[in-house]
């Protein structure tokens, strides 16, 4: 199976979901500390990705995890005051970062709206693709990887009902950046319109990405994704990693999937 085939798992409701997901994020998290000293992860905003965070924060995922040698960055995040609740970054705070014993040198954050850049989502951006440059080292071993991208080992995305990930959405030139790792996005469709971004050739860079979708709001966006929608069309369709592909997805949200896509329940 090539790296970019979309592997897909079908779980009972979203808080089963959110459990195996987590579960299976530990595990990955460990395996990536045991052969490479440390791991690291790139978080989502939006309901799943939250709901994961939660999960991860509950004995027994939180105590297999050496937090000390995680890195912890970010798909995208809105783009507002430090602490709004509406930000990605407050949101996992929240439910796990402000739980466990994370290195905060190794907590990534995009900036907010009133931090050092001001409103200049531009600049914002710009220094986040200066952060993950200055974390990329190339691993020969690894094949192909972006030079100014670490490999991240996981890389997590919500789908949104309209198939955006990250602050991608359909149609949005953010979506067509080839050069860039980060951008500024303006005017997106859900609010706040100014938000900071990964591009796809950043995501594409992670060695696996996980796509995560639950709930029935989301079955025509998985469906569309899944089953040939084009890539300016449907974000979703767009992304993959390295090694590996996983949508994880709860039954309602599998619903519209075709008979032979949709796997027997996890
Ligand atoms: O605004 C955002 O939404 C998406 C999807 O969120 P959901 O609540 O519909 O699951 C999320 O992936 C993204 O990080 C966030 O900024």
Do not use: C
Request: proline share 9%.
């Amino acid at each position: 199976m090539s790296p970019g085939t979309p592997q897909i798992l079908v779980h009972q409701s979203k808080d089963e979901l959110a459990e195996a997901a987590a579960a299976r994020l530990g595990a990955r998290v460990a395996e990536a500390q045991e052969a490479r000293g440390s791991a690291s992860v790139v978080l989502t905003g939006g309901r799943n990705g939250n709901a994961l965070l939660a999960a991860l924060a509950a004995p027994p995922v939180r105590d297999a995890i050496d937090w000390s040698r995680l890195d912890v960055w970010w798909g995208d995040e809105r783009f507002l005051p430090e602490g709004d609740a509406e930000r990605n970054h407050t949101q996992a705070r929240e439910a796990l970062l402000d739980t466990v014993p994370l290195d905060p040198a190794r907590v990534h954050a995009m900036a907010p709206s009133d931090g050092p850049y001001g409103a200049d989502v531009e600049a914002a951006a710009e220094a986040y693709a200066t952060e993950l440059a200055s974390a990329a080292r190339l691993d020969p071993a690894e094949g192909p990887a972006h030079p100014l991208v670490p490999a991240f080992d996981v890389l997590l995305l919500g789908v949104g009902p309209d198939t955006h990930v990250a602050s991608l959405f359909p149609e949005h030139p953010a979506l067509q950046e080839t050069e860039r790792t980060v951008v500024g996005v303006h005017g997106a469709p859900k609010p706040p319109p100014t938000r900071i971004s990964l591009t796809l050739p950043a995501i594409r860079a992670a060695r696996e990405v996980w796509l995560l979708a639950a709930g029935e709001d989301k079955a025509s966006a998985v469906a569309l994704a899944l089953t040939g929608g084009g890539e300016l069309q449907a974000p979703a369709a767009a992304v993959h990693g390295r090694s590996r592909t996983l949508w994880l997805l709860d039954r309602a949200a599998a619903a519209q999937l075709p008979e032979d896509l949709h796997p027997p329940l996890s």
